[in-house]
């Protein structure tokens, strides 16, 4: 079973960067795609950016696209999200998963773990 822990979520202006870690362990992490989500209060979770297991190709939500990058370093086990040009909007906990497959990872139904999610707060 493979453990996600996420980090580098903070407080951070409108038009401001973070970036998202996730380490994960205890497994074949190489054999998994991997992804992020988000959730927003009162909101359901919803899909953010997703990287295949070779990096090899990457997919996002519309509504990050442009604006956030994901990635992977397989030597180090770490999935990373940079985002920036940060909207109000983008405030939610972000929470890291892994799948079989690039397109499972986009569905959370399909996802085979989870992370605890890290929180950003994005204020105008």
């Known amino acids: 079973q493979v453990q996600l822990v996420e980090s580098g979520g903070g407080l951070v202006q409108a038009g401001g960067s973070l970036r998202l870690s996730c380490a994960a362990s205890g497994g074949t992490v190489s054999s998994y795609a991997m992804g992020w989500f988000r959730q927003a209060p009162g909101k359901e979770r919803e899909f953010v950016a997703g990287i295949s297991r070779s990096s090899d190709a990457t997919h996002y939500a519309d509504f990050v696209r442009g604006r956030f990058t994901i990635s992977r370093d397989s030597a180090k086990n770490t999935l990373y999200l940079q985002m920036n040009s940060l909207k109000p909007e983008d405030t939610a906990v972000y929470y890291c998963?892994?799948?079989?497959?690039?397109?499972?990872?986009?569905?959370?139904?399909?996802?085979?773990?989870w992370g605890q999610g890290t929180q950003v707060t994005v204020s105008s």
């Open positions: 998963a892994i799948a079989r497959h690039l397109m499972s990872v986009s569905t959370p139904s399909r996802v085979d773990s």
